[in-house]
């Protein structure tokens, strides 16, 4: 079992910044990686950044590149999501996900995560 939960999300003006953290807890040696994905209503739950849980390796959503920045602390068991410059469009559920499979690159469709956080509110005023 693993155990995601998220936190750190609000309401920020366009132009600010938030950052994300999710707490990892359970069996974390299974853990291949953590991405986050975000969900806007009434649209589909998508990709925004990734991260290998040992090797480090990123990636990240076109629309937020330059923009966001995921991180990890293994010691802490904590993911994060550092948001810089957000929009109104950046606007959503932000989620946290975990993927048990071991791969050559890092996944971007919510099939491959085997876990999920509760969610945590990202609201951008313009």
């Known amino acids: 079992q693993v155990q995601l939960v998220e936190s750190g999300g609000g309401l920020v003006q366009a132009g600010g910044s938030l950052r994300l953290s999710c707490a990892v807890s359970g069996r974390t040696f299974s853990i291949d990686a953590m991405g986050w994905f975000r969900q806007a209503p009434g649209k589909e739950r998508v990709f925004v950044a990734g991260i290998n849980w040992s090797g480090g390796n990123t990636g990240y959503a076109d629309s937020v590149k330059g923009r966001f920045m995921i991180s990890r602390d293994n010691a802490k068991n904590t993911v994060y999501l550092q948001m810089h410059s957000l929009k109104p469009e950046d606007t959503a559920v932000y989620y946290c996900?975990?993927?048990?499979?071991?791969?050559?690159?890092?996944?971007?469709?919510?099939?491959?995560?085997?876990?999920w956080g509760q969610g945590t509110q990202v609201t951008v005023s313009s």
């Open positions: 996900a975990a993927d048990l499979s071991w791969r050559k690159a890092l996944s971007k469709t919510t099939y491959d995560y085997d876990y």
